[in-house]
T-cell receptor, first 114, second 112 residues
Framework: GAGVSQSPSNKVTEKGKDVELRCDPI?????LYWYRQSLGQGLEFLIY????????KSGLPSDRFSAERTGGSVSTLTIQRTQQEDSAVYLC????????????FGQGTRLTVV | GNSVTQMEGPVTLSEEAFLTINCTYT??????LFWYVQYPGEGLQLLLK?????DKGSNKGFEATYRKETTSFHLEKGSVQVSDSAVYFC???????????FGTGTRLQVFP
């Protein structure tokens, strides 16, 4: 596609429910990143994919968080048993190779846990 | 591990003032360095980058020079405009893993 697409753009969920956030990368971009941006905070790294594999998932906050990428394309970030502290904007970014190249960001998914 | 530290905001300036936003990094080797900008209501986008020591990245009147001796990549602009009001993020590309590591962001507010 023309840009990185994330869906949904907004999600309100009840505490304890599971949510899935989707990222459609730019076609041909092999590297994909998930970040979390909380109100007034910077970008918190969550996980990084190169193709379908995740060389670095060190930023996932707990075992309630998981992510996968299929076909070297679409990625899904899943949060199980959501908590209020999970409320944030979840950003996806992709690059062609991950080496010194520009990262293109999606508009993000604003998650609110009530 | 690798990290990026940038000055806290908000930075508040009058139009046409000189801007400096400090950024220092800790890394093994010589990573690539970036400044990203997030305008109100928009997604992050690349502002400029430098891939080796002494390189100067520039765009839209902004400049930053890769200084390995001080491990810094400070962002500067000679005369800011109201339209420059945004959040600015310094970042590095980890050499070993290619992971992008961001600073906490600095909010710039420019008043007429």
């Amino acid at each position: 596609g023309a840009g990185v697409s994330q869906s949904p753009s907004n999600k309100v969920t009840e505490k304890g429910k599971d949510v899935e956030l989707r990222c459609d990368p730019i076609s041909g971009h092999t590297a994909l990143y998930w970040y979390r941006q909380s109100l007034g905070q910077g970008l918190e790294f969550l996980i990084y994919f190169q193709g379908n594999s995740a060389p670095d998932k060190s930023g996932l906050p707990s075992d309630r968080f998981s992510a996968e990428r299929t076909g070297g394309s679409v990625s899904t970030l899943t949060i199980q048993r959501t908590q209020q502290e999970d409320s944030a904007v979840y950003l996806c970014a992709t690059t062609r190779t991950g080496k010194n190249t520009e990262a293109f960001f999606g508009q993000g998914t604003r998650l609110t846990v009530v | 591990g690798n990290s990026v530290t940038q000055m806290e905001g908000p930075v508040t300036l009058s139009e046409e003032a000189f801007l400096t936003i400090n950024c220092t990094y800790t890394a093994t080797g010589y990573p690539s360095l970036f400044w990203y900008v997030q305008y109100p209501g928009e997604g992050l986008q690349l502002l400029l980058k430098a891939t080796k020591a002494d390189d100067k990245g520039s765009n839209k009147g902004f400049e930053a020079t890769y200084r390995k001796e001080t491990t810094s990549f400070h962002l500067e602009k000679g005369s800011v405009q109201v339209s420059d009001s945004a959040v600015y993020f310094c970042a590095l590309s980890d050499i070993g893993t290619d992971k992008l590591i961001f600073g906490t962001g600095t909010r710039l507010q420019v008043f007429p």
